[in-house]
């Protein structure tokens, strides 16, 4: 028994003294209390959450880079010719009209010396080979043969430049072959020629010490062919100069511009490169 239920028991075991017994009515039983009214609770079911959407895919449009331009092609590998050279027209023009002025010069002395020596009693001489002796025109000689020479000089130029011309037509041009070694062989044998002409009147003046004329008619007639050896000499040899010079020329340019014809260079360029293009031609 608990400390609460002695406590209780010995309360009412034990009566006060000066107080009567007082019967306590037991108290009116306590109406029960209503039943609570019940309540369902309906548990809704879990709703399932609505499956998560994933966010559509934001799609960004790049616009593609624009292509680098391409580098410009470098031009196609061009042949390009040589220059054309001169052709020397010029010097050979110059040279003939110097070679005639020298033989005009020429003739025109020969003729004046014989019309003053057809007088040389009356100009004061004893022979007509005295005569043409001491008026010999030795300046007028000296200048033809400058005159001859310079000639000379300025055909072999001239027909140098010429054959450096016909070589490159013949190769870009029309292409038509030159014969430069029959002008080298005609060339040769015109230079011979004219020694021969040189030496024939170099034997010829030995006759003036020995057996000299004594008429007018034969001093012209000698001093004709003098001359004419002479003249013909000196065109001769500048003939076959020319000729020989041409041939040359022609047959060592036309080598050269036949392997400028295999093989060419050019320079190419570009933005991004530089360069030189090389040809061959067959």
């Not at 010029?90 to 007088?119: R, V, W």
């Not at 001489?125 to 020479?149: D, K, R």
């Not at 490159?168 to 060339?187: E, F, I, L, M, Q």
């Amino acid at each position: 028994m608990s400390m609460l239920g002695l406590a209780l028991v010995a309360t009412l075991s034990v009566a006060p003294e000066d107080e009567a017994f007082v019967v306590t009515p037991a108290p009116a039983a306590e109406a029960a209390p209503a039943p609570a009214a019940s309540v369902e609770v309906t548990v809704a079911p879990p709703v399932a959450p609505p499956p998560a959407v994933a966010p559509a895919p934001v799609v960004v449009v790049t616009p593609a880079p624009a292509p680098a331009p391409a580098p410009p092609m470098a031009p196609p590998v061009r042949f390009e010719a040589p220059r054309k050279p001169l052709g020397g027209f010029g010097l050979l023009a110059a040279s003939s009209t110097i070679f005639i002025i020298g033989l005009s010069a020429q003739i025109s002395t020969a003729a004046a010396q014989a019309n003053y020596c057809t007088n040389w009693e009356r100009n004061g001489f004893n022979t007509a080979h005295g005569c043409f002796y001491v008026t010999e025109p030795w300046h007028a000689h000296a200048g033809t043969g400058y005159a001859f020479g310079s000639a000379m000089v300025m055909t072999s130029i001239g027909a140098s430049a010429l054959g450096k011309y016909d070589a490159w037509h013949s190769v870009y041009g029309d292409g038509r072959t030159r014969n430069a070694r029959a002008r080298v062989g005609a060339g040769v044998a015109l230079v011979g020629l004219s020694i021969g002409a040189f030496v024939a009147e170099a034997f010829m003046l030995r006759r003036e010490f020995d057996d000299f004329c004594t008429t007018v008619e034969c001093e012209v007639d000698r001093r004709k062919l003098y001359y004419g050896l002479a003249d013909a000499g000196a065109l001769g040899m500048s003939a076959g100069f020319g000729l020989i010079a041409h041939g040359n020329s022609y047959r060592r340019h036309l080598a050269r511009y036949g392997k400028f014809s295999q093989w060419s260079l050019s320079p190419q360029a570009s933005p991004t490169s530089v360069g030189m293009g090389a040809s061959l031609r067959f």
